[in-house]
């Protein structure tokens, strides 16, 4: 599986504070059957210099454990107007965006807009944890502001209680996520990635759990948007299972 948005590097954000647990955290991640990691530490001003140094020591512990290393940022909505250029997925134009906040600013239309016309794409970090109201409002405002959507494993495993679990299906039963993610931070928060793969497949079908745990962000690495992920129409009598 490809994970696109993980804290694995340590001392810069609130993942782990010592190159010992990056390395654990990999194991962790291995027997996860993650075989790609982008290290999407949090953005802030002052760290962009650090980070490659981090990522080029922690590349060969994820070599020798066949993982693949790609660098990333999890940017706050407060640094997205008046930072250029932003710090993206690899060498893709997409980059990963946290909005903080269980409402939308009233600068999000024009901020939004901005970045699809600087040529960014943006995706949305975990919208379950933050907007929950029942009739994914903010979520579908997003979406018409050209946003992607990626849930956190952890939410789809119930990590975060029954309602972000449920609004995270929801999303994806409606065809608005096109990514599933860890953003695992440590030992104690880690992947859940096999569990969520799992969960999705029985409830929605191999097809969806392979664009939303692999082939989407294979694109990502290529450049390309994301396939839409339409789950099939539930039969009339699992609507009561
Ligand atoms: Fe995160």
Redesign the pocket.
């Known amino acids: 599986m490809i994970d696109i948005?993980a804290?694995v590097l340590w001392g810069v954000d609130d993942g782990p504070k010592e190159l010992a647990r990056s390395i654990k955290m990999l194991d962790l991640a291995r027997e996860d059957d993650i075989d790609t990691l982008f290290t999407?530490s949090?953005y802030s001003p002052d760290l962009p210099g650090k980070l490659p140094e981090k990522l080029a020591e922690l590349t060969p512990y994820a070599k020798e454990r066949g993982i693949q290393l790609i660098s990333g940022s999890?940017i706050d909505y407060v640094h997205l107007a008046g930072t250029r250029p932003l710090p993206t997925l690899g060498k893709s134009k997409f980059i990963l965006v946290?909005m903080r906040q269980p409402f939308l600013e009233m600068s999000a239309p024009h901020v939004l807009s901005q970045l699809s016309l600087d040529g960014y794409n943006v995706i949305i970090?975990?919208p379950e944890r933050l907007f929950m109201e029942p009739d994914l409002r903010t979520v579908h405002t997003l979406l018409e502001l050209d946003c992607l959507f990626q849930l956190n494993a952890s939410s789809i495993a119930g990590r975060h209680g029954a309602h972000s679990q449920n609004i995270a299906f929801k999303i994806i039963r409606s065809g608005l996520a096109h990514y599933v993610g860890s953003?695992a931070?440590s030992l104690h928060r880690p992947f859940y990635m096999t569990t969520a793969r799992k969960m999705v497949k029985d409830k929605f079908g191999e097809d969806v759990a392979q664009l939303l745990f692999e082939e989407n962000a294979s694109q990502l690495i290529a450049g390309n948007a994301p396939f839409k992920v339409t789950p099939p129409k539930r039969k009339w009598w699992q609507l009561f299972g």
């Open positions: 948005h804290h999407t949090h999890e946290d970090a975990h953003d931070h």
